[in-house]
């Protein structure tokens, strides 16, 4: 009877970077990967407090608030009742800056922080700013561990913390993809998580809405009148003036806060601020409604700045072409003329920005609207925006901010945690063939610290900058255009978009083939880093060959025992067995671990890896008897070399529980399989990947002793708890609605069991291709649920289309083949009775 194959294995595949790109330890797609901790920095996670009133909120929402009360307190309950919130816009606003949203949710934030042990603020744009605000929660509760630690530890730091430390407000300011916050809302269920948002789709799976119009005509007149007159009670002829020019700003909230600070600070009446106030963007100019209307209203308030302070104009010009967020004070200090003097004029102008509603402080560093940002770096007929002048002043103070090359590596590391995201911004926001010589040094340096951090999916914008400009200046096939668009789209790869990194691997391979040969050491990476490319997309047609190639060149190149052949050997292997293929596999798993302990140790991470391989595959054979001792050799190597709660000793003792389920020792298996859950659950969090691969291995083995009772509730909840995490469609998420469609059938729950069944397999030809062996399972699986249900003629059917797609692509006697081929002959054979 052929049933769901557990997921969990965690076969291990060690292959090489490319010559010139890194792996990523923390993706930037929305999954996080978190890293190992020191067992002290977990017991300080568990043992911190925070102080009583831990906040980090932008500004102290003491300003002007109107038209919103019952917005917040809708919130409240949305909060109160689900833990979760998005502030986001209507359709009629959709896309729109400047509404509130942040506002509404800083104005939450300080009326209810009583409420939670912890508040804080943390920027949402993308997933490595979300990573940079939970590793300023580690430095705040933890300096003395979190200094010295990398990015990727204190982020882990941090919502091992927060998993600890129930009671608690997130605020997730600016998100632009809601997919993004997943893995954070699943796994961290103790608290409060309230998001803002221009986007308006895409929060339906993840939490309720709130979204925000504009200001209504009686409270824009208000918001503008408290501003603009203070104390002062405005006269009816003053309050219809505001009432026409509320009209006219369209009742933005921003552009009507701007133009009350002008008022209040120049003490212009409003006629004349509206007889003043240039239409200096036509319908016909370029921008969006909200873009024009700030327009009008920041050039009236940068005639009063300039007259007050020309350095204030010189320091927002250049800050709009940074990141909007965490700004620091001391970027912009080396902009003012005296040096002498130079932090008491930053901060004067600073001050007066401020106080003209251009830019939010909050301790040493400050922000801007996105929405004031995009206008100051737009040029606009009839105006002298300096925009080119804006750019290169931020250029200069960038450079002038890196840390020099000789810094030791936690200081430069620091320094360039605080400037990357403005780096990134500045070339994302460049136009097209503006780049300079000093542009690019900016970003190559940029690009370098990312490699060395092994941070490449998050410079994707400054590579995709130096290949485009390598391209221009040396040529499309020049050696180090080459190396550029490699590095781009390992980027890609990192960031798990396949779709935009196979075509570049594919171009590049074939452009140093033609320029360096078909042998040179470059194109053999090009060629390994398709072959993975390939692999990690379920394309192992041509995966295989490749990997066939790159391995028998490097042979030739680079000798049988070069580190490089090493791992095409192991690639190679993987491949194999990953089409079932494990008469070939085996012999290559046994010649790179023979040969990786001569030449890397016996004790080498590469080494223990091909034995884990190499343990894998006989266990797939069913050689349980060598299969356990390597299991068992390779657990106490990594306990001893790498710790007693590594991620990779982890994985080892979840192999070594697995195979002692396969011969069928359960009082070994289970108390393995428990453990090792509790330690991933306290090291790696409740709702990791590989905690949830534990905890279907443990359900697997409690449904395996015919504990349905323990194993149901298991697989329910790692199944929900991968929708939450992973997405729907995830092919993690699929073995495990497969799982439990199978637990659901053994238990005779065929109702449950077969729809299951069926949205698998309808899943899993959408996302995996219709002859993926994940696939093929999936219909066979179904095609049995029919059987057990009298529906014979659609399990002979789903049987046939099996066995022939088992025979096309595994072969005519792999044991899946030989297994369909038994199940359709059974089937026919009850059919004919």
């Excluded at 040096?339 to 402080?361: R, S």
């Excluded at 007693?644 to 982890?650: A, I, N, Q, W």
Aim: with cysteine; hydrophobic share 40%; charged share 20%.
């Amino acid at each position: 009877m052929p049933g769901a194959v557990p997921d969990g294995t965690d076969i291990e595949a060690s292959g090489e970077r490319s010559i010139a790109a890194q792996s990523i330890g923390l993706a930037v797609s929305g999954d996080v990967r978190f890293v190992n901790l020191p067992p002290q920095a977990v017991q300080w996670a568990r043992e911190v407090e925070a102080p009583p009133s831990t906040v980090n909120l932008p500004g102290s929402a003491s300003g002007v608030f109107v038209g919103r009360e019952d917005a917040l307190d809708r919130l409240r309950c949305m909060l109160t009742d689900s833990g979760d919130a998005a502030v986001t816009q209507t359709g009629a606003v959709h896309g729109l800056g400047g509404i509130g949203k942040s506002t509404l949710a800083l104005h939450y934030a300080v009326r209810y922080r009583d409420a939670y042990t912890l508040v804080w603020w943390i920027n949402a744009e993308s997933p490595e700013l979300i990573e940079a605000g939970l590793g300023a929660l580690a430095t705040r509760l933890c300096s003395h561990w979190a200094c010295g630690a990398t990015a990727e530890e204190r982020t882990a730091w941090a919502v091992a913390w927060l998993q600890w430390h129930p009671g608690w407000l997130l605020v997730f300011d600016n998100v632009e993809h809601p997919d993004q916050l997943r893995p954070y809302l699943g796994s961290l269920p103790g608290g409060h998580h309230l998001a803002t948002s221009r986007k308006a789709t895409g929060w339906h799976t993840i939490g309720p809405t709130l979204p925000l119009d504009l200001l209504g005509p009686t409270a824009s007149v208000d918001l503008l009148c408290e501003i603009a007159y203070g104390r002062r009670t405005p006269t009816p002829e003053q309050r219809e003036e505001a009432e026409a020019l509320a009209a006219e700003l369209g009742y933005l909230p921003l552009a009507l806060e701007q133009a009350g600070a002008y008022l209040h600070q120049t003490g212009k009446e409003i006629a004349a601020y509206r007889r003043a106030l240039p239409r200096m963007l036509s319908k016909h100019s370029e921008g969006t409604d909200p873009e024009r209307t700030v327009a009008r209203v920041w050039n009236q308030s940068l005639k009063a700045i300039r007259e007050r302070d020309p350095l204030a104009v010189t320091l927002l010009n250049a800050a709009a072409w940074l990141a909007p967020d965490n700004i620091p004070r001391t970027l912009l200090t080396p902009l003012a003329s005296d040096a002498d003097e130079a932090d008491d004029a930053v901060d004067e102008a600073l001050g007066v920005l401020h106080a003209y509603n251009m830019i939010t402080l909050s301790g040493a560093t400050f922000s801007v609207h996105r929405l004031l940002q995009v206008v100051l770096r737009t040029s606009t007929p009839g105006t002298d925006h300096p925009t080119t002048t804006g750019r290169s002043t931020a250029e200069q103070a960038l450079l002038a901010a890196l840390p020099p090359s000789k810094a030791p590596l936690p200081v430069a590391t620091r320094q360039w945690e605080e400037l990357m995201s403005h780096v990134t911004a500045l070339a994302a926001s460049l136009p097209p063939a503006a780049a300079t010589e000093t542009t690019f040094d900016l970003f190559d340096r940029a690009a370098a610290h990312a490699r060395q951090a092994e941070q490449t999916a998050r410079a994707v914008p400054l590579l995709e900058r130096i290949a485009a400009q390598r391209e221009q200046v040396l040529g499309d096939a020049h050696p180090d255009t080459l190396s550029s668009r490699n590095d781009l789209a390992q980027a890609y790869g990192n960031a798990g978009d396949l779709a935009r990194a196979i075509p570049l691997f594919e171009a590049t391979l074939a452009q140093r083939e033609q320029v360096l040969g078909d042998a040179h050491p470059d194109t053999l990476s090009s060629r390994n880093d398709l072959a993975q490319a390939y692999g990690n997309a379920g394309d192992l047609a041509r995966a295989i060959p490749l990997f066939e190639a790159t391995l028998a060149q490097r042979e030739q190149v680079l000798g049988d025992a070069h580190p490089n052949t090493l791992s095409s050997r192991n690639n190679l292997a993987c491949a194999y067995e990953r089409v079932g293929d494990l008469a070939r596999a085996i012999p290559l798993h046994e010649a790179t671990l023979a040969q990786r302990e001569q030449v890397l140790g016996d004790t080498h991470p590469n080494t223990l890896s091909s034995r884990n391989n190499l343990a894998y595959a006989y266990e797939r054979v069913g050689d349980l008897a060598r299969a356990i001792p390597l299991h068992e050799a390779t657990l106490a190597q990594r306990e001893q070399v790498l710790g007693d709660t590594h991620p990779d000793t982890l994985t080892s003792r979840n192999n070594l529980a697995y195979a002692y389920g396969s011969v069928g020792d359960l009082a070994r298996a289970v108390p393995l399989y428990e453990a090792t859950l509790a330690q991933c659950e306290q090291v790696l969090g409740d709702a990791h990947p590989d905690t949830l691969i534990s905890r279907s291995n443990l359900a697997h083995v409690y449904g395996s002793v015919g504990d349905l009772a323990r194993a149901v509730p298991l697989y329910e909840a790692t199944l929900a708890q991968r929708e939450q995490v992973l997405g729907d469609a995830h092919p993690d998420t699929l073995i495990s609605r497969n799982n439990l469609a199978h637990v659901y059938g053994s238990v005779g729950d065929l109702a449950r069991a077969i729809p299951l069944h069926e949205a698998t397999l309808a899943q899993r030809e959408q996302v995996l291709g219709d002859t993926h062996p994940d696939t093929l399972s999936s219909r066979n699986s179904l095609a049995y649920a029919y059987e057990r249900a009298g529906d014979l003629a659609r399990a002979v059917s789903l049987f046939e289309a099996t066995l022939a797609q088992c025979e096309q692509v595994l072969g005519d006697t792999h044991p899946k083949t030989l297994a369909s081929r038994n199940n359709l002959a059974r089937v026919k054979a009850a059919q004919e009775r």
